[in-house]
């Protein structure tokens, strides 16, 4: 059974930074799409970044426009976790923040995710 756990969630300034982490259990996402979400209450869910193996080492990232700059997707094959690094954080990004996972390493970064965590709450102060 394929269980994504995402963790580092919490609450924190205006400015300040968090660490999300999604552990991943049940195959190797290694050389798959991996991402990560985020759905405020009363919104809709919306892409905030992915990350994709493009032979060997080598890994393609991309990030919506509204956290270009200020957050950075990561991967740490040996534990099979995907990271998101959150700087300059502000009070709209204020969300359950939700990893997701492809069985494939091709497709959108926007669509078709195979399997999902349960999501872990940023809260941002202002």
């Known amino acids: 059974q394929v269980q994504l756990v995402e963790s580092g969630g919490g609450l924190v300034q205006a400015g300040g930074s968090l660490r999300l982490s999604c552990a991943a259990s049940?195959?190797?996402?290694?050389?798959?799409?991996m991402g990560w979400f985020r759905q405020a209450p009363g919104k809709e869910r919306e892409f905030v970044a992915g990350?994709?193996?493009?032979?060997?080492?080598?890994?393609?990232?991309y990030y919506a426009y509204s956290v270009k700059g200020r957050f950075t997707i990561s991967r740490d094959n040996a534990k099979n976790t995907v990271y998101l690094q959150m700087n300059s954080l502000k009070p709209e990004d204020t969300a359950v923040y939700y990893c997701?996972?492809?069985?494939?390493?091709?497709?959108?970064?926007?669509?078709?995710?195979?399997?999902w965590g349960q999501g872990t709450q940023v809260t941002v102060s202002s």
């Open positions: 049940g195959r190797t996402f290694s050389s798959t799409v």
């Open positions: 990350i994709r193996w493009s032979g060997g080492n080598t890994y393609n990232t």
């Open positions: 997701a996972a492809k069985k494939e390493n091709s497709g959108s970064y926007y669509y078709e995710y195979d399997y």
